[in-house]
């Protein structure tokens, strides 16, 4: 069965400190593997989305890493600001599946002054 | 450009109410789909369409009925709400490397 498993569930943090989310899967065949950040009650917004080849991708101050080979990823926030307070979802789609994503539970974060 | 749109944003139901949840793109996007989103749980996919006309179920789609009449609308008809159906719903549209998310639908059903 595809599983996307997130740890830590959730994480508290000061302000400029850094942070490093984890996403196992077992998802195959892989396709891709994307990063969402969820505000509380909105919809989740693309960070990142990384192909198999890929295994560095960053954007701004988030930087996903992807490796295919333990079926891990992680994903670092440099220098936290309060904004960065949400959920971080992981998402992995499989290959020749169109409508079949498996999403995590989240990483819920919160940056404290 | 508004993007993906829902609504309404709250709903409060009787259980044995049906309703239709909305949700429209204005990106062209052939691939919508719904989710619901309930806690300590990731999204499920309820339904999802490629194209006007064809639908298709995904992973929860007992109690839920859609329809595609247009590339643009893509609305979610829940036939007689029950309490288990109380959630988070979201709607999806998918271009070829993106999938863009609507501010979703909180349900409560009583």
């Known amino acids: 069965k595809n599983q996307v498993e997130q740890s830590p569930q959730s994480l508290i943090i000061l302000e400029g400190k850094n942070c490093t989310l984890q996403c196992n899967y077992t998802v195959s065949p892989f396709s891709n593997l994307r990063w969402y950040k969820q505000d509380t009650g909105r919809g989740p917004v693309s960070l990142t989305i990384m192909t198999f080849s890929e295994n560095t991708k960053s954007n701004g101050r988030y930087t996903a890493t992807l490796d295919a080979d333990t079926k891990q990823s992680s994903l670092h926030i440099t220098a936290s600001q309060l904004s960065d307070s949400a959920s971080y979802i992981c998402v992995v789609s499989a290959t020749g599946t169109a409508s079949k994503l498996t999403f995590g539970t989240g990483t819920r974060l919160q940056v404290t002054l | 450009n508004a993007g993906v749109t829902q609504t309404p944003k709250f709903q409060v139901l009787k259980t044995g109410q049906s309703m239709t949840l909305q949700c429209a793109q204005d990106?062209?996007?052939?691939?919508m789909s719904w989710y619901r989103q309930d806690p300590g749980m990731g999204l499920r996919l309820i339904h999802y369409?490629?194209?006007?006309?064809?639908?298709d179920q995904g992973e929860v789609p007992n109690g839920y009925n859609v329809s595609r009449s247009t590339t643009e609308d893509f609305p979610l008809r829940l036939l007689s709400a029950a309490p288990s159906q109380t959630s988070v719903y979201f709607c999806?549209?998918?271009?070829?490397?993106?999938?863009?998310f609507g501010p979703g639908t909180r349900l409560t059903v009583l």
């Open positions: 990106m062209n996007h052939e691939y």
């Open positions: 369409s490629v194209g006007a006309g064809i639908t």
């Open positions: 999806a549209s998918r271009s070829r490397n993106e999938q863009f």
